[in-house]
């Protein structure tokens, strides 16, 4: 994200062109709906599409963020669709992007601009793919942001990124920072442990699936959050 890491993970060996991933997405994953989005359009992996065959620049055996429909991404989407005034002629950083699925909704709203800041090649791909699909442009960084300043945007829009307490910290503190330089924060998450709830203050509550859930189709309660910073 912004080169964020969402987990630290060393580059791809073998992986394939961006055109190459691009076909590959089209010819394999289905483009239908978000669950509980349908104003969204995503290609979403299913059983049949191998995505072992695209050599992720995941971690081995852990499913990618950009095919899949995780929960905070799908509650700051859901959040953005049902509140568009946070984001109308606003410019937008999309940390972790993932699929794309806020910086999509954000742009849908009528965001000025939006920055999808991630670092996962394959997602880079998905991310144009699904833009597409939903008719609007949303840029891409490859950039490491949680190293950099504060970017130059209105709002930052994080969703699904505490995943582990080493990410985390590093998370908290860029966004710490970014809140203290007058961007506002919104974060998405399902409540995953290493979510830093005392430095948080909860906005809205959502019933969305999350990916892991297997075949039961319950819906967990997530939130939607901004950082409190004292003074």
Same mark, same amino acid.
């Given at each position: ?7 630290? =993970?060393?580059?791809? =060996? ?17 483009? /239908? ?16 599409? %191998? ?20 929960? %905070? ?34 742009? /849908? ?47 930052? #829009? ?8 080493? #990410?985390?910290? =590093?998370?908290?503190?860029? #966004?710490?920072?970014?809140? /203290?330089? %007058? ?7 399902? =409540? ?40």
């Amino acid at each position: 994200m912004r080169g964020l890491h969402r987990r630290e =993970r060393s580059p791809n =060996r073998g992986a394939l062109s961006l055109v190459d991933v691009h076909t590959f997405i089209v010819e394999n994953l289905q483009l /239908k709906p978000a669950p509980g989005l349908p104003e969204i359009q995503l290609y979403t992996a299913h059983p049949g599409s %191998g995505l072992s065959r695209l050599g992720s620049s995941d971690e081995e055996d852990l499913p990618p963020y950009w095919a899949y429909n995780w929960a %905070g991404g799908t509650l700051l989407a859901r959040h953005i669709l049902e509140h568009q005034d946070i984001v109308r002629n606003r410019r937008i950083l999309d940390l972790g992007a993932g699929s794309g699925i806020v910086g999509i909704a954000a742009r /849908k709203c009528g965001a000025s601009r939006v920055v999808a800041a991630e670092i996962d090649t394959n997602a880079i791909a998905a991310i144009a793919l699904n833009a597409e699909a939903n008719g609007v442009t949303v840029e891409v960084t490859i950039a490491d942001v949680l190293a950099g300043d504060p970017p130059e945007v209105d709002i930052i #829009l994080a969703g699904d990124v505490f995943y582990s307490a080493q #990410l985390a910290r =590093r998370v908290l503190q860029f #966004l710490t920072a970014s809140r /203290k330089a %007058g961007i506002e924060v919104l974060i998405g998450d399902p =409540r995953r442990r290493s979510l830093p709830l005392a430095a948080l203050e909860l906005i809205a509550e959502y019933a969305v699936p999350d990916f892991g859930d297997g075949s039961t189709g319950q819906a967990a309660i997530g939130g939607v959050f901004t950082l409190a910073v004292a003074g």
